[in-house]
């Protein structure tokens, strides 16, 4: 094995390593998700090497620049002014979605016009209008960080798979017996996994279009999943109050985590895929332990139902949503 080079990834801060074995040349990544401006950046660096084999004497000095580096911008504050940008009149029916890809440059809306329209976010110009579902086009979503492709979820049963550079259909998946109301692509963006009011999740093979997998278990509709950030576990959340954790490779489920009083809202990994968050609307928002699928933490406050659940990018902090504003 021999390292190549290091790669700057700010949010969540770490470090890529590009390396050669066999000839064919691979990456990993270190996390440094608990980094702060305190951090003693030469025990930090002592760790890695200890802990990373290719990282040798020679390149000390250069992790512990690269490590500076991130600190640095740890420590910047943000006081971001926003202020209104554009107001784009983009469907002649109700939005039902919006989802920019990975740089920010592009951006997509979903409607109940039953079109899917992809747009440049700085000239707010209409660069494609995806046409073909027979219903409301309700869940869309980028392939990030590719940002080459979109999916298109349907309450016309199908989901789609489209080029994002012509606005081609690839492929349009049918099996779904009810409405597709959400839908995720894995990371290394070869499945497209869709959630749908018949209670059963799917996965499609993006190259193929062919179903690869359908997870059944949930006792009501599907209404939220989400892939962890090394592809092989999925999750869903159900009008069952469940909320279902996937081993992807073989279909197993592997745990459900049980515990709220309504249905669940959104559910989402965290970046080290060590924490699942969930919300619901019985008002509270819980953290699961992901390997073990017991919950750690219930998050009460909230006076209404929440809707949403998100982590920041370290997944350190969590924020809800809710109906009561």
């Not at 890529?16 to 996390?31: Q, R």
């Not at 440049?120 to 086009?137: M, Q, W």
């Not at 989400?226 to 869903?236: A, C, E, K, Q, V």
Request: aromatic share 8%; net charge negative.
């Amino acid at each position: 094995m021999r390292l190549k080079r290091f790669l700057l990834r700010y949010y969540p801060p770490g470090i890529i390593l590009e390396y050669e074995k066999g000839g064919e040349l691979k990456t990993k990544s270190i996390d440094l998700l608990e980094l702060t401006p305190m951090t003693d950046v030469n025990l930090l660096v002592e760790e890695i090497r200890r802990a990373e084999p290719l990282i040798t004497a020679s390149r000390t000095e250069q992790v512990k620049q690269l490590i500076l580096r991130l600190q640095e911008k740890i420590g910047q504050q943000d006081h971001h002014k926003f202020y209104l940008f554009k107001v784009l009149r983009a469907h002649i029916l109700p939005c039902t979605n919006v989802a920019f890809n990975k740089s920010g440059s592009g951006f997509i809306t979903g409607s109940y016009d039953r079109t899917c329209k992809v747009w440049d976010t700085a000239s707010g110009e209409e660069l494609h209008t995806l046409e073909g579902h027979r219903n409301v086009v309700y869940a869309i979503q980028f392939n990030n960080p590719y940002g080459d492709k979109i999916a298109t979820g349907s309450f016309d049963k199908t989901c789609k798979l489209w080029s994002a550079e012509t606005g081609k259909c690839y492929h349009t998946f049918k099996g779904h017996t009810a409405e597709i109301v959400c839908l995720a692509f894995n990371p290394q963006s070869t499945l497209v996994a869709t959630g749908s009011m018949d209670t059963t999740a799917k996965l499609w093979d993006i190259k193929s279009g062919e179903e690869a997998l359908t997870l059944s278990g949930h006792s009501a509709e599907i209404i939220s999943l989400s892939f962890n950030t090394t592809g092989d576990r999925l999750i869903t959340g159900s009008f069952d109050h469940t909320v279902s954790v996937w081993d992807i490779p073989s279909g197993r489920k592997v745990h459900t985590l049980i515990g709220h009083r309504g249905e669940i809202s959104s559910a989402q990994f965290n970046w080290d895929c060590s924490l699942v968050a969930t919300a619901s609307m019985d008002k509270t928002c819980r953290l699961w332990d992901a390997l073990s699928g017991k919950c750690v933490a219930t998050l009460t406050g909230h006076e209404d139902e929440v809707l949403d659940v998100a982590f920041d990018s370290t997944g350190q902090l969590v924020a809800t949503a809710s109906a009561d504003g």
